[in-house]
């Protein structure tokens, strides 16, 4: 089956830094997602990016979609606290009227420290 | 903002007994998923139903699982004969069917099979 490794797979960094966390797969998607899970709660979605190349922003967040469609990463800028979470890439095989289902990555922790 | 909830948080079955989880996706969405994270790994998907129904599902999801739209709002995930290893938080999620949108999850049930 498609696997989806990320990396690395925890992060303890000072309060301010910048993140880099990035995904790999062993198959093409046509869509990459990133999620935040917060303890006790379900993913919520931070980025989503549909073409191969993209580059896109959500506040202090960027991510990008791989030339070769096997890879993406996410970029966090001046990390704070409430960034604190697992961070989940998840690929899609996205078809018109299809099921599409996401295959999550292994996650990466990020624990922030002041 | 609309989201999708499910009900209970919290399911402590004794194994051998069937469960069912519960969620009301949002509104106007009609592809709605169920995903299973086991303590401490990824999120997986289980199934993906439109038009009532299945429109793809894992070897996760075999003869003990099913799922239902028993009404216009509640989307089911039933499980006949919880074993040991079912304990999992159990996740859905639901789209718009507009083609470019993402799925966005529930804060899951908790399932503890004793």
């Known amino acids: 089956g498609q696997q989806l490794n990320q990396s690395p797979q925890s992060m303890f960094i000072q309060e301010g830094e910048d993140v880099s966390m990035n995904c790999t797969s062993s198959s093409i998607f046509n869509t990459w997602l990133w999620y935040k899970q917060d303890p006790g709660e379900g993913p919520v979605l931070l980025i989503a990016l549909y073409k191969a190349g993209e580059l896109t922003s959500n506040g202090r967040l960027t991510a990008q979609f791989g030339i070769t469609r096997k890879d993406s990463f996410l970029n966090i800028s001046a990390s704070i606290p409430s960034d604190v979470g697992i961070y989940f890439c998840a690929g899609q095989w996205r078809l018109t009227g299809g099921g599409n289902k996401l295959t999550f990555g292994t996650g990466t922790q990020l624990k922030v420290e002041l | 903002e609309p989201e999708v909830t499910q009900t209970p948080s919290h399911q402590v079955t004794q194994m051998g007994q069937e469960v069912i989880l519960r969620c009301v996706p949002i509104?106007?969405?009609?592809?709605f998923y169920w995903y299973r994270q086991i303590l401490g790994q990824k999120v997986e998907f289980l199934v993906s139903f439109y038009n009532n129904e299945i429109s793809e599902k894992s070897e996760i999801f075999d003869d003990q699982f099913s799922v239902e739209r028993p009404d216009g709002s509640n989307f089911t995930l039933k499980i006949r004969s919880t074993k040991l290893e079912d304990s999992a938080m159990y996740f859905c999620?639901?789209?718009?069917?507009?083609?470019?949108?993402?799925?966005?999850f529930g804060d899951g049930t908790r399932l503890s099979i004793l």
């Open positions: 999620a639901s789209r718009d069917t507009e083609y470019n949108q993402p799925q966005h």
């Open positions: 509104s106007n969405h009609l592809y």
